[in-house]
């Protein structure tokens, strides 16, 4: 019998062998280049000062030799490659893909009212309550909500929380694969963020397992930071890959319904059961030079504002027990007296996607930054569609522009999010190539009937 040999791709010394290799690719450049500026300094202390001036006169004369020739070229070419080496990389965003309900997990408003009269027969002022959100928040008939919510009573277990979570996000990180062909292998980093459910072992171990991702992949989870998160999880990606040259990024945003249903008395707690509901992105985001001609947007800038130091601030969006012990989110609205200057945006940008937390924070937007009806289509029609998908209603926003076919090359676009905290997050993109209507985004089998009037009371 041939003799056993030993298993050499999980030895320690393979492992060094590879974090070595690793290393001498990403510093090729400077190790090449610290030996041969010592030897230029150490030509430079050798030579006298005498000999330096008649090297200078001589250059004024045209008779300079070879080697001032060859050390001024030298000189040059470090100080470009230290230039280039030091610039910041520019981050793609490949492509991205929203996750859409199936039409079982529809929610119309007879049906919502319905479950709300059953769930909550013992508080028709909370029923009544909810009916006149509902009635103005923008929502339309296809909204979803996950399985779990559709029993009477609700059934906000662990389990439906889970199969919630891997439905969504394995439904989205699917689409990407095959919009992209991008590889499980292929992911150097992968950022997931989830505000209210936060599982252990964690939502982004759980993308690890269904994928067999790479033992070295650079996996963070993000959570209870709002529906601004997912601008916060480009930022994370954006300062990862400029450290790690070559590398391709996977974000996922989404927030769980299954145990956030609230089903006591507060009005405060009772407002996100009115405006939440499925959804979920997955966004490939690259450093890659390969990626430059194929990548729909280029990644410009990254504002993250953080006013958790003042209290009104931090317990606008508040995680807390009602009187009689039921959990959810509370959402307290303040107004600030003072009002600062705002430069005219549509200078800036071509198309706006503002954060669809409801009807109202859209008319505040809109009003405050003076946009027009045009601007804000994106926002209202995603709110209406989807409802509030938290921190992935930006990317189903960017998706109906796109379906539209009002995305050309050079176009700017800003991404705006609001969260708890409070913090307001937001992104700049400069899109690469004029993009086609896709056939395969959540709005492909209802574009054409967008836009829809969407009036101020829809009676119930």
Same mark, same amino acid.
């Given at each position: ?6 298993? @050499? ?49 001589? +250059? ?10 060859? &050390?001024?070229? @030298? ?8 230039? @280039? ?33 059953? #769930? ?5 002022? +909370? ?16 909204? !979803? ?17 889970? %199969? ?30 989830? &505000?209210? @459910? ?5 939502? &982004? ?30 930022? =994370? ?26 089903? %006591?008395?507060? *009005? ?14 997955? #966004?490939? =985001? ?36 009602? *009187? ?5 989110? %509370?959402? $307290? ?17 071509? /198309?706006? !996607? ?20 045009? /601007? ?7 709110? /209406? ?15 109906? #522009?796109?379906? $539209? %076919? ?17 913090? !307001? ?36």
């Amino acid at each position: 019998m041939p003799p056993i040999l030993p298993d @050499f791709s999980s030895t320690v010394r393979l492992k060094y062998v590879k974090l070595g290799y690793q290393t001498l690719v990403n510093h090729f450049f400077y190790l090449l280049l610290i030996p041969l500026l010592l030897a230029f300094t150490v030509e430079i202390l050798r030579t006298g000062p005498q000999e330096l001036l008649n090297l200078y006169y001589a +250059s004024l004369h045209r008779r300079l030799d070879l080697a001032v020739v060859l &050390s001024s070229s @030298f000189l040059i070419t470090s100080v470009a490659t230290v230039y @280039f080496m030091s610039k910041p990389r520019t981050v793609y965003l490949v492509d991205y893909a929203c996750y859409k309900p199936p039409v079982t997990c529809r929610v119309p408003f007879s049906t919502f009212m319905e479950h709300s009269r059953l #769930i909550l027969k013992d508080n028709p002022k +909370s029923v009544e309550f909810q009916m006149r959100i509902l009635e103005r928040s923008g929502l339309g008939e296809e909204t !979803c909500l996950p399985p779990a919510i559709h029993y009477i009573p609700p059934k906000p277990t662990m389990e439906s929380a889970r %199969g919630e979570a891997e439905l969504v996000i394995f439904s989205a990180v699917d689409s990407l694969f095959e919009r992209t062909g991008l590889k499980p292998r292929d992911i150097d980093i992968l950022i997931v963020n989830c &505000s209210l @459910f936060s599982p252990t072992p964690s939502l &982004s171990a759980m993308v690890v397992n269904k994928y067999k991702l790479r033992s070295n992949v650079k996996s963070f989870n993000l959570s209870g930071m709002g529906c601004s998160a997912g601008m916060i999880s480009i930022d =994370l990606a954006r300062d990862l890959l400029q450290v790690h040259p070559n590398s391709n990024a996977v974000v996922v945003s989404t927030e769980i319904i299954t145990p956030n249903y609230y089903q %006591g008395k507060e *009005r405060a707690m009772l407002l996100p059961n009115c405006l939440f509901r499925m959804g979920g992105a997955a #966004i490939l =985001l690259s450093n890659r030079r390969s990626h430059r001609s194929r990548a729909k947007y280029r990644l410009v800038h990254v504002v993250r504002t953080h006013k958790g130091g003042d209290d009104k601030a931090y317990r606008c969006v508040y995680e807390e027990e009602d *009187r009689e012990g039921k959990t959810l989110i %509370g959402r $307290k609205i303040f107004n600030p007296k003072w009002k600062p200057y705002i430069p005219d945006f549509k200078q800036a940008f071509e /198309h706006f !996607c503002i954060h669809a937390g409801g009807r109202a924070v859209i008319d505040e937007l809109q009003k405050n930054l003076q946009l027009s009806a045009e /601007h804000v289509e994106a926002s209202r029609m995603t709110l /209406h569609r989807f409802g509030n998908t938290s921190s992935s209603s930006l990317w189903y926003e960017l998706s109906y #522009i796109e379906a $539209k %076919g009002r995305m050309r090359r050079g176009d700017r676009v800003w991404q705006i999010a609001f969260g708890s905290g409070f913090k !307001c997050n937001s992104a700049v993109w400069k899109c690469n190539r004029t993009i086609k209507s896709p056939t395969d985004c959540p709005w492909a089998d209802c574009i054409d009937r967008y836009p829809v009037h969407i009036p101020e009371v829809v009676k119930l």
